[in-house]
């Protein structure tokens, strides 16, 4: 029987944003402040993958440097143009699928 390590939200996310982005180039273009059309679509595509993997929106927010209704900004988003579904309408971002 093996033991696994419990890990916290907070390394589950940092770990996926290393698997996301290995350079840390892109990484710094994704958390550094602006408006560019390519650093926002390159958000909603990290923050799409986070919340398939059931990270919280505080901690992505905490992860990516920026604010939390940012993030459930951009999860409405991917949620009205079809990316990710709720399973109610109160339900918790990270039960989405």
């Known amino acids: 029987m093996e033991i696994q390590a419990i890990k916290s939200d907070q390394i589950r996310a940092e770990e996926i944003l290393l698997d996301i982005c290995p350079d840390n180039a892109e990484l710094r273009k994704i958390t550094r402040p602006g408006r560019s059309h390519e650093r926002i679509k390159m958000l909603r595509q990290v923050i799409h993958r986070l919340i398939l993997e059931q990270i919280p929106t505080a901690v992505i927010a905490?992860?990516?440097?920026?604010?939390?209704?940012?993030?459930?900004?951009?999860?409405?988003?991917?949620?009205?143009?079809?990316?990710?579904v709720k399973p109610g309408r109160f339900a918790h971002w990270i039960n989405a699928v």
């Open 62 to 84: 905490k992860a990516l440097k920026i604010k939390q209704p940012a993030v459930q900004y951009h999860a409405r988003w991917l949620e009205k143009n079809g990316k990710i």
